[in-house]
């Protein structure tokens, strides 16, 4: 983790971030899309540098990227009402802790901005993992992009001073 630099994104990170998105969809989230067409072109159908680059220039949002050496690893948004948006790992990055890294600094932007917590809606991929990192399911499985099993959770967040 060390040469791997998370920052906040600039309209020239919109097509690395992309691609990034999709490979992680496509490549670790069969669980989910079960490589079923129809899901992943509804996944995959605003995973574009366009839509990339409008999250990027949007007030109300925040996208961070995890580089190395001018790659993106990853991609991260959190809303400026707390809800995070995207957290995605490139497979090549995979269990380097990039997004637990990704996931503190989508946290620590949270609770700058004023939140006291900080929902989303896991995938069944990465339930483990938000499990891991203290979010609670808050509702039964939802269906999304044609999926079954994406989780809504939440975690409240220590108050300022708190961090670790
Ligand atoms: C599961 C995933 C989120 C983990 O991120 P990562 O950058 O690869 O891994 P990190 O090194 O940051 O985190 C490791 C943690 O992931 C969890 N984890 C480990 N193996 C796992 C597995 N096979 N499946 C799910 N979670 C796993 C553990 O909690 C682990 O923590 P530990 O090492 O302390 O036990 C990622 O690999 C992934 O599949 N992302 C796909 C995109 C996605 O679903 N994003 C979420 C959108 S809501």
Redesign the pocket.
Known sequence: MTSILIRVAHPGDAAGACETMRR?IVE??SSDHRDDRAILDRWLSNKTPDSVAAWIADKDNRLFVAVEQGRVLAVGAVRTDGEITL???SPDA???????AMLARLEATARDLGNDAVR????E??L??YL?AGYRQIGPPQGKFGTTSSWPMRKELPPVGERS
């Open positions: 992680s670790l989230c957290n995605y790992v995979r269990f380097r802790g990039v997004s637990r989303l809606v896991s995938t991929t990465a483990r993992f891991s």
